[in-house]
C-alpha cells in the first residue's frame, strides 16, 4: 500500500522532498494504527457473508450446460488420446481464469479390451450370435467396446445358469434347488450390494467359468454397463501404497502382490436385452419367489444349467498408461498452508454426461465464479484447491496415487476433502460425510434454493423427503463413507481427512454406457441444469466456508452420537462374553472431549477483537480440529487389508457384512466362524480394544495433551 501511494508523488516531484518525508510518515502512522485495530471479527464475518452472496448470485444454468456440452463432445477413457483433449480443455479452463495450475503425472496399470464374442445355442437348434455393442453395428464412434476391465482373456463353451444378484445367499438358494453351478458361465444381474468384482469373485469361488453382468431394467436396455473388475483395494496395482512416479519403484505383473488384485475368470457385461433372451430360454428348477419379486421381466421363470449353451470369449490387453490430475490452487492470506480440497474425476467410459462431467462442469463453474470473487477483492484465509483426477473409473487411480505420494502433508495440512462424482444423475439430494461435517452440511443446505420445489431449500425439501423434519432425523438421511466408489476413499480409509461426498439422484439407467450423454441429461437428468447449479452452490459455499470462517466449523459432538449408535448396535449383535466396556469408555471420553473442543469454539467465536494471541488460539483449536480425525487411523491398518488404515469407517471384507462401520471388527466377527470357541472370541475382543484406541487416540488429539 505504501508503494502504491508514493508512486504519484515521485512521478510529480522527481525527488524525495520533506513534504514527501511528511506524507510517508503520516501515511505509516495510519497504516500502524490499523495493524493495532485490525477489523474485529464481526466485520470480518460480515465480509465472508458478502462474498458468499456474490458466489451465489453468479450461478449460471446456462454456463454449466455450455461446459458439459464441451466435455461430453466424444468419449474420454483414462489413458487414451480423447482423455488427453479433456485434460488441455480443463486445464485451459483453469489457465483462462487466471488461476494458478498444476499437473501431477502418474504411470498406471490400464486395462483394455481387444476383441470379444457370446453366441448361444438354444435347445431347439437354432443358434444366435450377439452385437456387443450399443445400436450401430459396431457401436458409437469412439466409444470403447464393452468390457470389464482387468477381467482376464479367456473363454468358455458351457452351459447358462442364472445366479441373481450373484451374492453367497444366492449360491445358497440355488444349492436348495439342486442345482450344481461348476463349470457354467454365470448370468448375474448387477445390484444387490454386490460391486461387479465381488459377483465376479464370488462366482470364481463357486467354480464358474465365466461370468456375464447385466443391468436389470425397462428402459435402455439396450445398453452395456462397463466397469473394473479389481479387487482388494484401489489405486495402481503396480504401486501399492506409494505413488507410481515417473522412475519410481512399480510392482511386475507377475508379482503376488498384483496378481491378487485380478479375478481369474473372464467377465463381460451384457446388455438386458441380450440377458433376457439368454435367461427366457432357460430350464431347471424354478427362479425362487424372492428373487422373482424383484425381476423386470415376469418370462424369466427358470434358472438352469441350461439347456442354452453359451460359447463366449473375451480378449484383453492390460498395458501401463499415463494417467494426468490437474489442479487449480488458490493460496490462502492467512493460513496458506492449510488446505481445502474439492475434487471431482474427469475420466469417462463413454461420453460421461452424468458420470463424471456433470461434476466436471459444476467444479469448473466453482472455478469460474471463484475467480469472479477474486476479482472483486476476496481472498480466502486457507487455501482452496480444485482436483480433477483421472482414471478413477478404473479404480480411483489418480486420487490414490495423489494421495499416497502427498500423504504427510495432506496429514497434517488438508482441512477436508469435498468430493462431487456424479453430480446429478436425477431427483432427490444425497449426502454423506464424516461426522464432524454435519452440521456444516445441514447449514449450508438452508442457504441453497430447491431445483425442484418452488419457495423452499434443499434443507426443506430433504427432510420432508425423509418424512421428518427434526434435526436428529436429519443426521440419520447423511450417509457415511465406508464404501470405496468414488475419490473420497483414499482421503478417509487411507489419510484420515474429513470429507464430503454430495450429489443429486441415484441409479441412473445409463449408467456406463453409451446413452449416458449430454442428450440424455437435457431430456431426462436436469433439462434446465438447475439441480447442477443447486450442487454447485452447496459445494462452493461448503469450501468458502471451510476456507474462510476463522475457526474451522467441525463440530465432533456429531461423531460422538455416531459412535455411541454404534456401540448400541454392536451390542445387539455380539457375544454377550464379549466386552463392548473398552469401547463404551472410550466414546464416553471422546464425547467429553468433543464438548470441550465445542465449548472452546463458542467461546473464540464470542471473542471480537482480533489480535496475535487470539489468532494464535484459534490457530491452535484449528489444529486439533484437524488432526482429531487422523487418531481413527491405525498404521498396521485392517487385518489382511493393511492400505484400509480407517478403523471407523472403510468397507468389511466379507460382502455379506451386517455393518457397514468398524471394519476390523466387522472382519473379525467374519473370520471367527472359521474359529474355535476360544479364538473367536480374543480375536473379535482384540478388534474391539484397537477400535477403542483409536477413539482414545482422537480424543486424545481433540483435547491437544499427552498422556
Known sequence: MVQFLLKPIKVFTGKTSP??????????????????????????????SRFRHVFLSSSSNSTISDYLRALTMHPHLAGTKPASETTRYVLNHFNNLGLRTRTASYNALLSYPVRSSLSAHFSDGSTSDFILAEPGRYGPEGVVPPYHAYSPSGSARARAVFVNHGREEDYRALAALGVNVSGCVAVARSGGGLSRGAVVETAEKYGLAAVLVFTDGDTWREGFERGHVMRGGIGDPLSPGWGGVNGGESLGLEDSEVLKRFPKIPSLPLSSEIAERVLCSLGGGPVPSEWRSTLKSSSIRNVGPGPTLLNFSYQGEKKVATIENVFAVIKGMEEPD????????????????????????????????????????????RTIILCSWDAEEFGMIGSTEWVEQNLVNLGSKAVAYLNVDCAVQGRGFFAGSTPQLDNLLLEVTKEIKDPDTEGTTIYKNWAAAGGNSNVEHLFLLIQRLSRVDSDFAPFVHHAGVPSVDVYYGRDFPVYHTAFDSYSWMTVSGDPFFQRHVAVAGIWGLLALRLADDSIIPFNYLSYADQLQVYNNILSNLLDERISLHPLTISIQEFASAAKEADDESKTLRSQEASDRFLDMKKRALNDRLMLAEKGFLDAAGLRGRKWFKHLVFGPPS????????????????????????????????HEIWRVARAIHRAASALRGEVT
Open 338 to 381: 492449510r488446505y481445502v480440497l474439492l475434487g471431482n474425476h474427469r475420466d469417462a467410459w463413454t461420453y460421461g454426461a452424468v458420470d463424471p462431467s456433470s461434476g466436471t462442469a459444476v467444479l469448473l463453474d466453482i472455478a469460474r465464479r471463484y475467480s469472479l470473487l477474486l476479482r472483486s477483492g476476496w481472498t480466502p484465509r
Open 19 to 48: 513534504l514527501v518525508t511528511f506524507v510517508v510518515i503520516l501515511i505509516l502512522g495510519i497504516l500502524g494504527f490499523y495493524s493495532l485495530h485490525s477489523p474485529s471479527s464481526t466485520s470480518t464475518s460480515r465480509q465472508a
Open 654 to 685: 466379507d460382502h455379506e457384512s451386517k455393518l457397514d462401520f468398524f471394519p476390523g471388527i466387522a472382519d473379525s466377527m467374519s473370520r471367527a466362524i472359521k474359529m474355535s470357541e476360544k479364538e473367536r472370541l480374543v480375536a473379535i475382543q
